[in-house]
Antibody, heavy 120, light 107 residues
Framework: EVQLVESGGGLVKPGGSLRLSCAAS????????MNWVRQAPGKGLEWVSF????????TYRESVKGRFTISRDNTKNSLYLQMNSLRADDTALYYC?????????????WGQGTLVTVSS | EIVLTQSPATLSLSPGERVTLSCRAS??????LTWFQQKPGQAPRLLIY???YRATGIPARFSGSGSGTDFTLTISSLEPEDFAVYYC?????????FGGGTKVDIK
């Protein structure tokens, strides 16, 4: 059974940092592209970042470029999101999501999310 | 960035009714359009990818159509478990973007 379990969220002050993790199981993690997607409370979905299966292609939404860093460790079946210089508008539930295939960027499995709250 | 506009924002319907949800893109996305369903307190669930392909385990009452800038998600006969928010999403270009969602609630 495919499972994605996020962790690392919490309450942080503006300007602070957090590192999110996503533990994957039930599939060959190293052969799948991965994403982070967020959802502010009561709002819609917003894609944040993508990393390909080998970790050598990465992209971000403009509002997080230079502040967030996506990475993965295929030996540990884990995805990460290092978030620095956090702002109030980064407050959201952060999901990791798997791409359906290497050529189809449709998110076929999602974790349950980890909540990040940025507030003084 | 490609903007996706979903309409209507809310639909109030009864079980058994046919539902048609719209998603319009600000520029062509080819057939690279995905539909998700999200229920309160749950992660989104993949329904349709590449405009018309049902994901694994998705009932046949869900269907997708369209190409270019205009797309439709149809639910042929609403079941009680279908009351939820539906989002479209494009993968034609970075950044990947979502529509604002359509809430289907019980009349």
């Amino acid at each position: 059974e495919v499972q994605l379990v996020e962790s690392g969220g919490g309450l942080v002050k503006p300007g602070g940092s957090l590192r999110l993790s996503c533990a994957a199981s039930g599939f060959t993690f190293s052969t799948y592209n991965m994403n982070w997607v967020r959802q502010a409370p009561g709002k819609g979905l917003e894609w944040v970042s993508f990393i390909n299966d080998g970790g050598n292609f990465i992209t971000y939404r403009e509002s997080v470029k230079g502040r967030f860093t996506i990475s993965r460790d295929n030996t540990k079946n884990s995805l990460y999101l290092q978030m620095n210089s956090l702002r109030a508008d980064d407050t959201a539930l952060y999901y990791c999501a798997r791409d359906l295939s290497t050529v189809t960027r449709a998110f076929d499995f999602w974790g349950q999310g980890t909540l990040v709250t940025v507030s003084s | 960035e490609i903007v996706l506009t979903q309409s209507p924002a809310t639909l109030s319907l009864s079980p058994g009714e046919r539902v048609t949800l719209s998603c319009r893109a600000s520029q062509s996305v080819g057939n690279f359009l995905t539909w998700f369903q999200q229920k309160p307190g749950q992660a989104p669930r993949l329904l349709i990818y590449d405009a018309s392909y049902r994901a694994t385990g998705i009932p046949a009452r869900f269907s997708g159509s369209g190409s270019g800038t205009d797309f439709t998600l149809t639910i042929s006969s609403l079941e009680p478990e279908d009351f939820a928010v539906y989002y479209c999403q494009q993968r034609s270009d970075w950044p990947l973007t979502f529509g604002g969602g359509t809430k289907v609630d019980i009349k």
